[in-house]
C-alpha cells in the first residue's frame, strides 16, 4: 500500500464517517427524543426508509432539493405520530407496534417508490473541506453532507434543551415519573405521542441524508438496518445526545470502511465488511449492557424491559 | 368452539378493514380496488392452480412463524428469523456436499443440518438476553443482517458451484436428496413438515412439563423464579427450537424449491413469518391457517403485479397495513360493547341514572 493509498484510505474512512454517520446521527437523535419521553420506536427503521424515498420523491418532483429535505421529515414525522397514537391505545405494545411500523413504512416506500428508481434528483450541495489537498481522492471524500453540522447543532440543542427548558423537562418526567407529570396536570400520552412524532421528523432527516446526499439514490436496500442500529446506537450512548454524535461517527466510520477499501482497490470480502457496523452494534450493545438491569442514565418508566 | 371464534373475532375483522384500506392504495395507484380484491382472492384460493401456490408458499411461513411464536411463549419478541432461515439454507447446501448419506436419510440430514444451524443462530440471540441483557429483538435482527452478509459471502466466494454463472450458488443438491411433492401436486412435503412442526409446538407448549414450565417463564417470570424453574435454559430451548423451525424452513426451500442456495432465498419469509405468529396470537395451531392465508396473498402478489401493473411491493403494504391494524384491534378486545352501544344510540330517558357520564359529573 503506497502513502497515496493509505492517505486516501485514512480520508475516506474519516470524510466517509460524516458520510455514512449522518442517518445514524439523526435516527439516533430522534430515538433519544422518543425514548426520553418513555417509548421505544423500533419502527424509526421505517421511518428512515420511508422519508428516504418521500425525500427523493420531493425533490425529483419539486426539483428544489430543500422541499425534498421538508417531505422527508413530514413523511417522517406522519409514520411516527402513527406509532405514538397506537402505543397509546390501552393494551398495545410499543416494541410490537414499532416492528410493525418497520414492516408498513418499508412496505409504502417500496410500493410508492417504484417509479423513483431510475431517475436522478437534484442533491444536496456539498461542503468542501477537502480543497487544502491536492489530490482527487481526498477532496472526494471530504465532502460535508450539509445537514451535518445541522445535526451536530441539533445534538448540542437537546443536550441543553433536556436540561434547561421547559419543553425538555416535561418530556424527561413523563419519561422518568408518569405519575410526577400526571400530578402536576400534565397529559403523558400527550407528552409522548408529540416526542414520538419530533423524533420521527428529526429521523426523516436522516433519511434525506441518505437519499439526497449519500449514497444520493433511491433503491429498495438503502437502509437494510441503519435505523435499528441507530435504536441501538442509543442505549450506546446512555440516552445522552452529545454522546450520540461519538457513537455515530464511530459507526459511520464502520460502515464506510467497505466502501473506503474498495475505492483503493481491495475487493475481497466485500459482503464481510459490510456487516462490520453490524457485528461492532452487537459487541457494543454486549459490553454496554448489564444482566438483568437497565442500563444507567436509561428513561425509569422505559416499557420495554 | 365459540371462544375460539370470539378469540378470531377480531384479528378477522381487522384483516378486513386492511383489505378495505389496501383498496385505497390500489385505487391511489389508478387500478380497480374490486378488480383486486377478485384478483387476491382468485391467485391465492381460486382454483386448484392457485391452492398449489398458495400452500408451497404457506410451507416456510408457518415455521417461519414458529420462530416467533414459541419465543414469544417463554415471553421473548425475535424478529430475526429472516436470518435463522438462511443460514438453515446455507447449513443444508453445505452438507449435502459432505454426508454421506443418500436417499431418504440424506434428505433427513440435510434438514437437520438446516435446522441446527438456525437453532444456534436464535439461541445466540437468546444467549446474549441472558448473559448480558442485551434486547433480544435488536440483536436478532442485527443478527439477520449478520447472517444475510454471511451467506452473500460464502455464496459468491468459498461455496460458490463456479458453474453458476449469472446467479451465484452452491452445488445443488443431488437427486435424491431433494423433497419431493405429494403425490400428483406442485405442493412438495415440505407442507407436511410445517404442519407438524406446529402440531408438535403445540403438543409441547400444552401438554409436555418443560413446555408449561416455558410459558410460565414467558408469562408469570416472578412465579418461575419462586418455584425454582430453570429459567435460563428454558429460554435458550425456546429460542433454539424457533430458530430450528426457521432453519429448517430454509432447508426445506433449499431441499425442495431452489435445489441450491442462492439469493431467491432472501424472499422476507422470515419477516412474514412475524406478522403471521403476531395474528395467530402465538399460538401454534393458530399460525397454520394464518400462514396459509398469507401465503395466499403471497401468490396473488405476482398476479397483481401482472394484471393490474401494481408494484411488486403491494403485498408488503398489505401485511403492513394488516399488522398495524392487528394491533391496534388489541385495543378493542375488552371493550364493553353493550355498554357502548347503550351510549351511542340508546337514549336515556328521564328517569334513568346516568351514570355513563362518569363519575365526576
Known amino acids: 500500500m503506497t502513502a497515496d493509498q493509505l492517505l486516501a484510505l485514512v480520508a475516506g474512512i474519516l470524510g466517509g464517517a460524516l458520510r455514512v454517520g449522518a442517518p445514524f446521527l439523526f435516527v439516533s437523535l430522534g430515538e433519544c427524543i422518543t425514548e426520553k419521553a418513555g417509548r421505544i420506536n423500533l419502527g424509526l427503521e421505517g421511518v428512515l426508509v420511508l422519508s428516504a424515498m418521500c425525500g427523493f420523491g420531493g425533490s425529483y418532483l419539486t426539483g428544489s432539493v430543500w422541499l425534498g429535505v421538508l417531505c422527508a421529515v413530514l413523511a417522517g414525522g406522519a409514520l411516527a405520530a402513527l406509532h405514538g397514537v397506537l402505543c397509546s391505545l390501552p393494551r398495545v405494545n410499543d416494541v410490537a407496534t414499532g416492528i410493525a411500523l418497520m414492516l408498513l413504512g418499508t412496505g409504502l416506500a417500496f410500493y410508492l417508490g417504484k417509479p423513483l428508481i431510475q431517475p436522478q434528483a437534484p442533491q444536496l450541495p456539498p461542503i468542501e473541506l477537502g480543497n487544502w489537498s491536492s489530490s482527487p481522492a481526498v477532496k472526494a471524500a471530504l465532502q460535508i453532507n450539509p445537514l451535518v453540522p445541522l445535526g451536530l447543532l441539533l445534538a448540542v440543542a437537546l443536550w441543553w434543551g433536556f436540561a434547561n427548558t421547559r419543553a425538555g423537562l416535561l418530556v424527561r418526567m413523563a419519561g422518568d415519573s408518569a405519575q410526577a407529570a400526571r400530578a402536576l396536570g400534565y397529559s403523558v400520552p400527550a407528552i409522548r405521542i408529540a416526542a414520538t412524532i419530533a423524533g420521527g421528523m428529526v429521523a426523516g432527516l436522516g433519511g434525506a441524508c441518505l437519499t439526497l446526499f449519500y449514497p444520493g439514490s433511491w433503491n429498495e436496500g438503502i437502509s437494510s438496518g441503519q435505523g435499528l442500529i441507530a435504536v441501538a446506537l442509543v442505549i450506546f450512548a446512555r440516552w445522552s445526545p452529545l454522546r450520540c454524535v461519538g457513537a455515530a461517527l464511530l459507526f459511520g466510520g464502520a460502515g464506510a470502511l467497505g466502501p473506503a477499501l474498495q475505492a483503493i482497490g481491495i475487493g475481497w470480502g466485500y459482503h464481510l465488511f459490510n456487516i462490520v457496523p453490524y457485528v461492532l452494534t452487537l459487541l457494543i450493545l454486549v459490553l454496554s449492557c448489564k444482566p438483568g438491569q437497565l442500563a444507567a442514565g436509561a428513561p425509569g418508566e422505559f416499557s420495554a424491559r | ?361
Not at chain 2, 381487522?14 to 384500506?21: E, R, T, Y
Not at chain 2, 441446527?116 to 442485551?134: N, P, Y
Not at chain 2, 401454534?284 to 397483481?304: R, T
Not at chain 2, 411491493?313 to 401485511?319: D, E, F, H, K
Open chain 2, 1 to 361: 368452539m365459540r371462544s375460539v371464534l370470539q378469540q378470531a373475532a377480531l384479528p378477522v375483522a381487522a384483516i378486513l378493514a386492511a383489505l378495505v384500506l389496501f383498496g385505497g392504495f390500489v385505487a391511489f395507484a389508478g387500478a380497480s380496488p374490486v378488480e383486486a380484491w377478485v384478483i387476491l382472492f382468485k391467485g391465492a384460493f381460486g382454483d386448484w392452480f392457485s391452492w398449489q401456490n398458495t400452500l408451497q408458499r404457506a410451507a416456510p411461513l408457518m415455521l417461519t412463524a414458529l420462530c416467533v411464536a414459541i419465543p414469544a411463549r417463554a415471553g421473548l419478541v425475535i424478529i430475526g428469523g429472516e436470518g435463522a432461515l438462511v443460514l438453515g439454507g446455507l447449513a443444508a447446501a453445505a452438507s449435502a456436499q459432505v454426508l454421506p448419506f443418500t436417499g431418504w436419510t440424506g434428505t433427513v440430514a440435510v434438514c437437520v443440518a438446516g435446522a441446527l444451524a438456525g437453532a444456534a443462530w436464535i439461541a445466540l440471540a437468546g444467549w446474549l438476553r441472558q448473559w448480558r441483557g442485551v434486547n433480544e429483538t435488536i440483536s436478532s435482527l442485527l443478527l439477520a443482517y449478520v447472517a444475510i452478509g454471511l451467506f452473500k459471502h460464502l455464496v459468491e466466494g468459498p461455496l460458490r458451484d463456479p458453474a453458476s454463472l449469472n446467479k451465484p450458488s452452491t452445488h445443488a443438491l443431488a437427486e435424491s436428496l431433494r423433497i419431493g411433492g405429494i403425490a400428483g401436486s406442485d405442493v412438495h412435503w415440505g407442507l407436511v413438515l410445517g404442519v407438524l412442526a406446529c402440531l408438535a409446538a403445540a403438543v409441547w407448549l400444552r401438554w409436555l412439563p418443560s413446555g408449561f414450565a416455558t410459558r410460565v417463564v414467558g408469562g408469570n417470570p416472578r412465579a418461575a423464579q419462586l418455584v425454582g424453574l430453570p429459567a435460563a435454559g428454558l429460554i435458550l430451548l425456546a429460542c433454539a427450537l424457533g430458530g430450528g423451525a426457521a432453519g429448517l424452513a430454509g432447508a426445506v426451500e433449499v431441499a425442495a424449491v431452489h435445489t441450491s442456495a442462492n439469493a431467491s432465498l432472501i424472499a422476507g419469509y422470515g419477516y412474514a413469518g412475524i406478522l403471521v405468529a403476531f395474528i395467530a396470537r402465538q399460538e401454534p395451531l393458530a399460525v397454520i391457517p394464518v400462514a396459509i392465508l398469507f401465503g395466499g396473498f403471497g401468490a396473488a402478489g405476482s398476479l397483481l403485479q401482472r394484471r393490474l401493473g401494481l408494484p411488486d411491493a403491494s403485498v408488503l403494504v398489505l401485511q403492513g397495513i394488516a399488522f398495524v391494524l392487528i394491533l391496534a384491534s388489541e385495543a378493542l378486545r375488552d371493550v364493553d360493547w353493550k355498554a357502548l352501544w347503550a351510549r351511542l344510540f340508546v337514549i336515556p330517558g328521564p328517569t334513568r341514572d346516568p351514570s355513563w357520564r362518569g363519575k365526576s359529573a
